[in-house]
């Protein structure tokens, strides 16, 4: 992602020449988040080497469930114990479904921001054109 062309040639992949355009804006590089299951530990162990963990939460049943402000309270003290690289950490939570109270969203993510959650990703569920033309013209939730 230098903006320099490059090749590689491995035991399963090939490239042949190519240059990725535009470069990141990032510098050295982008950051990378690594994602698994909380509370699971190699994940976040894993993650802790990074910049940053998307976890995700399942029930008994194996349905993801939200995360919680005292979720994200734990993951940053245990991101806290095991990180030993210098410079910031994302903790990316969401992914969900918007809630059928629209005015509860900016609550919820207002609460897990505050418990340390640095981005919010929303999920927006495949559809026909017309349905995901609206939610790209509705535009993310405006927290602050």
Known sequence: MSGSPFSYKGEHYTIEEVTFLPEPLQQPRIPIWVGGMWPRKAPLRRAARRDGFSPYKQAEDGRQVDMTPEDVRRIRAAVK??????????????????REDWDE??????????AGATWWL???????????????????????
């Open 81 to 98: 114990r095991e990180r030993t690289e210098p410079g910031p950490f994302d903790l990316v939570v969401g992914g969900d479904e918007r």
């Open 105 to 114: 969203e900016p609550s919820v993510i207002s609460s897990l921001t505050e």
């Open 122 to 144: 929303e999920w927006v569920p495949a559809a026909g054109f017309e349905e995901m033309r609206r939610a790209v013209v509705r535009g993310p939730l405006r927290v602050r």
